[in-house]
T-cell receptor, first 114, second 112 residues
Framework: GAGVSQTPSNKVTEKGKYVELRCDPI?????LYWYRQSLGQGPEFLIY????????DSGLPNDRFFAVRPEGSVSTLKIQRTERGDSAVYLC????????????FGPGTRLTVL | DAKTTQPTSMDCAEGRAANLPCNHS???????VYWYRQIHSQGPQYIIH???NNETNEMASLIITEDRKSSTLILPHATLRDTAVYYC?????????????FGKGITLSVRP
């Protein structure tokens, strides 16, 4: 079956611009996660959705970052006034709502802020 | 979640077993040990997890010491496709899903 998909695969933008990154989770997965990964580092948690609501947004670095999941499926990560330090791979994962859950990751969106 | 410590890198010959160690000396009684791997330019992939008992699936085996302060992921017959960064993670399982806290992982290089 289809896995987690993310679009675009690559995004190049200029400092100060606004960007949106999209994640399509596996159908039926109620939990959705965003992580970001800088070069040479492991993924870093940003936000977790259970259904439509953000259950844990403790990883969002500041108020320039915002994410939504209005219908409990597709999610969009929004970054305002991008900075060069936002350059990273943004990963999305989804899972079923149960214990012993396995998170299924998408291929990521590589964001480059010039 | 408890912190884990892994070597930076290791290599092994194709066809041989790869034994990847992980220390988690501050693990709590309700924390599980998870392993994920990340092949270059892909998202992480779940491998296996366990609490106390050794576990085996089609990908790997997980050996957890009796005191649970360390574990070893075993790939019984490594192939070139197993070259990846392997992450050892400990986390509490709750009724609600919880985030994964990744370290830097161990880079496994499988040589022909």
């Amino acid at each position: 079956g289809a896995g987690v998909s993310q679009t675009p695969s690559n995004k190049v933008t200029e400092k100060g611009k606004y960007v949106e990154l999209r994640c399509d989770p596996i159908s039926g997965h109620t939990a959705l996660y965003w992580y970001r990964q800088s070069l040479g580092q492991g993924p870093e948690f940003l936000i977790y959705f259970q259904g439509t609501g953000a259950a844990d947004d403790s990883g969002l670095p500041n108020d320039r970052f915002f994410a939504v999941r209005p219908e409990g499926s597709v999610s969009t990560l929004k970054i305002q006034r991008t900075e060069r330090g936002d350059s990273a791979v943004y990963l999305c994962a989804s899972s079923l709502m149960r214990q012993s859950n396995e998170q299924f990751f998408g291929p990521g969106t590589r964001l480059t802020v010039l | 979640d408890a912190k884990t410590t892994q070597p930076t890198s290791m290599d092994c010959a194709e066809g041989r077993a790869a034994n990847l160690p992980c220390n988690h000396s501050t693990i709590s009684g309700n924390e599980y040990v998870y392993w994920y791997r990340q092949i270059h330019s892909q998202g992480p992939q779940y491998i296996i997890h366990g609490l106390k008992n050794n576990e085996t699936n089609e990908m790997a085996s997980l050996i957890i010491t009796e005191d649970r302060k360390s574990s070893t992921l075993i790939l019984p017959h490594a192939t070139l496709r197993d070259t990846a960064v392997y992450y050892c993670i400990v986390r509490v399982e709750t009724g609600a899903n919880s985030k994964l806290t990744f370290g830097k992982g161990i880079t496994l290089s499988v040589r022909p």
